[in-house]
């Protein structure tokens, strides 16, 4: 199975900050790659698909790039509902994988 | 508008079958491309996938779990439904099922249900 691997597991920010999130796969997926976040109690939310396509409705201060083994998920400048934990998963073969998270909260 | 809500029993004992069902709306599942999965989380982890209906019955699941792992659909009544034999505590875990787009090469979801709690305990 390709394992998926975040970093960092946590991040203390504030609002305004620009923050990047890595997702590294463990082996090449070429764009096969999605961003959720998802707030406590709550189902996930689509971000982004095929690594850097944002999904209708989504802030543009989100954006993805990356291919292959390497992704990075940013978010240019952090505002109060962004505060949430942020999953990768690839979708290039089966199973299915999902990264481990990163919890993003207040500084 | 697609929408999907999972029900099925809040507490299940150990080695005993969950069943889960998915209903949902908004889409067809005779449509081609589209599918339905089951995405799990255990409390305060990560996402794990389970399974994957497909329009034309193809059918995926995560072979790291057990072989009673059974995804079915009934098109007629906007159903997915899901089973899992000999349930254990480590199972206890939100139960969602989610939407794959009919797009080629996209296993990736775009709606997700609410989420079911399933406890495992005796």
């Known amino acids: 199975a390709i394992q998926l691997t975040q970093s960092p597991s946590s991040l203390s920010a504030s609002v305004g900050d620009r923050v990047t999130i890595t997702c590294r796969a463990s082996?090449?997926?070429?764009?096969?790659l999605a961003w959720y976040q998802q707030k406590p109690g709550k189902a996930p939310k689509l971000l982004i698909s095929d690594a850097f396509s944002l999904e209708d409705g989504v802030p543009s201060r989100f954006s993805g790039s990356g291919s292959e083994t390497d992704f990075t998920l940013t978010i240019s400048s952090l505002q109060p509902e962004d505060f949430a934990t942020y999953y990768c998963q690839q979708f290039d073969g089966y199973p299915i994988t999902f990264g481990q998270g990163t919890r993003l909260d207040i500084k | 508008q697609i929408t999907l809500k999972e029900s099925g029993p809040t507490l299940v004992k150990p080695t005993q079958t969950l069943t889960l069902t998915c209903t949902f709306s908004g889409f067809s599942l005779s449509t081609s491309g589209v599918a339905v999965g089951w995405i799990r989380q255990p409390p305060g982890k990560a996402l794990e996938w389970l399974a994957l209906?497909?329009?034309?019955?193809?059918?995926r699941y995560n072979p790291s779990l057990r072989s009673g792992l059974t995804i079915t659909k009934d098109t007629s009544k906007n159903q997915v439904v899901l089973t899992m034999t000999n349930m254990d505590p480590v199972d206890t875990a939100t139960y969602f099922c989610?939407?794959?787009?009919?797009?080629?090469?996209?296993?990736?979801?775009?709606?997700w249900g609410q989420g079911a709690l399933v406890t495992v305990s005796s």
């Open positions: 082996q090449g997926i070429s764009s096969a």
């Open positions: 209906i497909f329009w034309d019955d193809d059918k």
């Open positions: 989610a939407h794959r787009p009919p797009i080629t090469y996209s296993n990736y979801f775009d709606y």
